[in-house]
Structure formats: C-alpha cells, structure tokens
C-alpha cells in the first residue's frame, strides 16, 4: 500500500437498494480504519456492488475493474452484489478480482478482507457464496450514510413473486424483512446526522411485515421519530399498496405524496406472460383510488418494452393505458432475456429494431405527460429540500410530489428545506423564487 492510512472506493453497479448496502459498507470500513475516496480516484481497495437485472453486468463489472486498475494497479477488488450471486464462475475468469461475495455473505464482506496492511493482488480470487440464502428477519451493521441530501433506509430484502423475466428472487432470495426496532435505530440516527429525508428501499417493501407490523405501521414509528422531516417510499409493487396506506399518506405531515409503482405492460396477455399479479383494470382502479385522496400526487412507474410476445396491439394497448393514467413520468426499459429466468423459454422474440422505436415512443409520452404535470405547479408554492450540486448557477431540490425544482444557487444552501413559488417549467425542471413559509401550496404542512 502506497500510504500510511488505507483507501477504500466502492461503486455501485444498480438499484437504489444496493445504493443503500453499499453506503452500510463504506461506514463499517470507515470505523475500520479506512479513508474513503471517490471512485475514479487512487485506491487501495475497490468494493463494487454489482446488478444482475440486465445482459450487460458482466461488461459493465469488467470495466469498472480495468478503470480501478489503471491508475491504482496493485488494489483489492472485492466485488459482491446481485452478479456476484447469480455469476460467481463468469466472475473467477475476470481478471483483477481478488474476493467474490455473494449475497449471504454480502453485509459481512469487510470481514473477509486481508488486514489493511496485507491488502494485495491474489493469484485467484476467493469466493465466498452459498446457494442458499436466509429466510430469517434481519438486522444491518451499520448506517447507510452517503453524500446525499437524502438517505436510503433499507426495510427489506427478497422477493416471492416470481416475475418470469425477473432474476431477483434468484439473486437475493426469497422475502424477509428488517427487524423493526434495528430500522427506527438507523433512521434516527440517520435523521440526527441531519438528513432531511429519509428514502423506505428493499426488493418488494410493501410485503414489508415483521412481529405483526406492516409498512404503514413501520411509518408511523418512523414518523414518530422528531428528527425525521420527510419520509419517502421507493418503488413499490400495486399489489401491495393497502388502502390504509394511501389513507394515511394522504393526512400524513411527513410522508411524501409520491408513489412509484411499476405498470411494465398495458396488456393483459402481456401482463399474464410476465406472472404479474394484476391486470390492466385492477392497475387502474388502484391509481384512481390513490388521486381520489391525493389529487396532487406524484406518480411514476416502470414500462418494460420487448417482452416475448409483445406484437403491435399489446404495445397499443400499453401506450393508450399509459396515456389514459395521470403519470408524472415514466421509465422506460428494454426487455433484456436472462438465463435462469421463465420468460427465457419464451418464443415470439420482438427485434432489436422494433424495440428502440416503441421506447422511444413511450419515452416521448412520458416526456410529454412529465412537462404537463411540471406545468400543473406554476404559481404554486411547494417546499423544496436541495441537493448538494449546483450546475450554470443554479441549486435544485425537489418537492414532495418529486417535481425537480431550481433557484438561484446563493439564495439556498444544500440540505435546506425552502418554500419556493414556481414561475416556470423546462423539459424536466420548474424553476422558482423563495417564498414565505405560509405561502406553501399544501392542506397538510408536508415538508
């Protein structure tokens, strides 16, 4: 090792979930004695927390690892994630890996490093993995500290549902949940470290249940919390979004009206091929029961293009669903076929070039739908928490809708909640003037 102290840079390759793991790990090897250092940077050790959603995580691994050994030769790479479950024998032909962690193991990888001082390149990496994964209710080593103006709070993992293009269940397992009383410790002490909010993540959170506490219970206790400001759910599954929790989201003065669930398909046939649990009218009596309490809410969702069998009606009928459906953006995905999975004994493959013209027609709707949901704030007053970055002189943040909104960068400081008033709208961001706390646009006091 090249100095005194030892360096650590992890980078993820994937979800928000594996954000969250990610920044558990940096604060385990911080309180070990490391200093952490950007990716891209020299480094003595390289993490890298690895996806398996798409056909490109071998590549997309093997290039981190080339970039980290250009200018820092002699590092460990310690690599773990979903890549490293599902592809652990593609991962011992990559050259310049040194430790294979897969999930079971994946929390405790500090652990399986050599002493600091012992840090070298291995002749062959050593893997630990098991095939198997628990079942059993967990707790987490750390904090999930990060550079961001928001942290991410781990509340599950696993998943039961058994998507057929879906490797998750494969790379993470089956569901369980965070033991409850290890969540509220991390949120507050996340919330006493400052954050303004805190993120709910995990493969599936709405099966979120542990000792008879579902996920609108675990968010009242997080709410409960004082330091807690906002609180905000990440992707979650229509089948598991309760009535209860649209009721209470719609009163709460923490959580964020903001919900995103994903659609993939506005095809029942589709939908039935790909083992979702839903069809096309239950998605949309779910929406309309969610704006019937929340008229302002903000709704995002995913759209997966090129399943097997996906022929001109059922992508007409995905883009009428989508156009009848109040979304304020959309993400747009290309089925990617994965070993292992149901959907690859499929037939009917949609070509690569019909692909790319109907994501690109989605990703124009979406577009479109985003600018008139942007447009639908102008002359409002919406609190707005600011992120870090500045870019041509302006700070952004964004509501508790998820409307992106940008000001003058020396009117706010980074990690601030402000009241702003929005005078305009781009492609993708509204723009505004501070405003007085009174003039919030809200009839709950949602931060």
Known sequence: MSTSI??????????????????????????QGYRLVEFGKETDLLVLNTCSVTEHAEKDCRYAIRKTLRHSPNAFVAVTG?????????????????????????????????????????????LRHSRTIDREDFVLPGTAYSDSTRALLK??????????????????GRERSRVAEDVLREARELAGHGYKELVLTGVNIGRYSFNGLE??????????????????????????????LLRHMAVSTKLCRYLHIPLQSGDDRILQAMNRRYTVRDYEDLIGQAVSLMPDLGLGTDL????????????????????????????????SSRPGTAAMRLEDHVSASVIRQCSKTLAELSRTKALAFYQRHIGRTESVLFEQSEREGFRTGTTGDFTRVAVPADTVAAGSIH?????????????????????????????
């Open 304 to 335: 997966m293009v090129g399943f097997p069998g996906e022929n001109e009606q059922a992508f007409a009928n995905t883009q009428q669903t989508v156009d009848r459906l109040p979304f304020s953006y959309c993400h747009v995905f290309s089925y």
């Open 82 to 126: 979903c890549y490293a479950q599902t592809g652990a024998a593609q991962l011992q032909t990559v050259p310049g890996i040194d430790l294979i962690v897969g999930t079971q193991y994946k929390m405790n990888l500090p652990e399986y490093l050599p002493a600091p001082d012992q840090l070298r390149k291995q002749p062959e990496p050593e």
């Open 155 to 172: 509340i599950q993992d696993g998943c039961d549902f058994m998507c057929s293009f879906c490797l998750i269940p494969f790379a993470r």
């Open 6 to 31: 030892p360096r650590a840079s992890l980078h993820t390759l994937g979800c928000r979930l594996s954000q969250s793991e990610t920044a558990m790990l940096a604060d385990t090897l911080t309180r």
């Open 419 to 447: 009241p702003v008033t929005v005078t305009g709208v781009t492609d993708g961001l509204a723009y505004g003037r501070l405003a007085a706390p009174s003039a919030v646009h809200s009839r709950r006091p949602l931060l």
């Open 215 to 244: 996920l609108v219970d675990l968010i009242r206790e997080i709410e409960a919390i004082p330091e807690v400001v906002r609180l905000r759910i990440s992707s979650i599954e229509p089948t598991t979004v309760s009535p209860a």
